[in-house]
């Protein structure tokens, strides 16, 4: 099954009131990120850190559930999930060119462009 594919099926599974729409999904998806912490915790907590089957199971599926909203609130906002993954995937790529994947921030080129022009500003224009 394609991404596409899965976000019209999970379309079909999506039962709440048309009134409720993005604010259910995304309720949804910080209750099964939530979930996710919960177990990721539970393996430092209970088992010395070690990944078990049990757990690996366990994970997939609240990773399928965080799948899931994100399918369903992709699809109330009439937005494409796997244009959005490729979209992703371009953005990291960029980065990874850029050599600014780490840290944090939506439009981390743009700050990195701006830090540049600073520094370019504060050499050549001002006497400090
Ligand atoms: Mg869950």
Do not use: H
């Not at 379309?11 to 409720?20: G, R, S």
């Not at 944090?104 to 050549?124: A, K, L, Y």
Request: a negative charge; hydrophobic letters at 40%.
């Amino acid at each position: 099954m394609n991404i596409r594919e899965y976000q019209n099926r999970a379309k079909e599974t999506a039962i709440y009131p048309e009134k409720f729409s993005i604010m259910y999904p995304t309720l949804g998806l910080v209750g099964e990120a939530g979930e996710i912490a919960n177990k990721v915790k539970k393996i430092y907590r209970d088992n010395n850190g070690e990944v078990t089957d049990e757990f690996i199971d366990a994970i997939k599926s609240e990773i399928g559930d965080v799948l899931w909203y994100c399918a369903a609130l992709a699809s109330d906002l009439k937005i494409d999930l796997a244009q959005i993954a490729e979209d992703n995937i371009s953005k990291l790529n960029k980065r990874m060119e850029t050599d600014t994947l780490k840290g944090s921030g939506d439009n981390r080129e743009r700050v990195v462009e701006i830090i540049s022009d600073i520094q370019v500003f504060s050499d050549d224009t001002i006497d400090w």
